[in-house]
């Protein structure tokens, strides 16, 4: 994709696409996805669903489990982030 007429592409937004989970336990962003025009805003929109809070919580135990997070700032991160996808699934209902 070369220009910007919001004519995106069918994997736009999706989390699973534009940043999978590779085999190292991290995500990578595919080349072709590093090409696109849309890269940044496809990937604050993928980010922004229920599937961010997943990657945040995958990041959060990541810190821990090299001790760059304490239990309790650990324990706090995660409540907030349960909050934030209770308060999505809420939205969801709502509609």
């Given at each position: 994709m070369?220009?910007?007429?919001?004519?995106y592409p069918?994997?736009?937004?999706?989390?699973?696409?534009?940043?999978?989970?590779?085999n190292d336990g991290l995500r990578h962003s595919p080349?072709?996805?590093m090409q696109c025009v849309f890269k940044t805003e496809c990937m604050r929109t993928a980010m922004k669903g229920g599937s961010g809070v997943q990657v945040r919580e995958e990041?959060?135990?990541?810190?821990?489990?090299?001790g760059n997070v304490s239990f309790l700032e650990r324990w706090s991160r995660k409540k907030?982030?349960?909050?934030?996808?209770?308060?999505?699934?809420?939205q969801k209902?709502?509609?």
């Open positions: 070369t220009d910007k007429t919001n004519n069918p994997c736009y937004g999706n989390l699973e696409i534009v940043f999978p989970l590779k080349p072709q996805c990041a959060l135990e990541r810190a821990y489990r090299s907030s982030l349960h909050c934030r996808k209770m308060a999505e699934k809420h209902q709502k509609k």
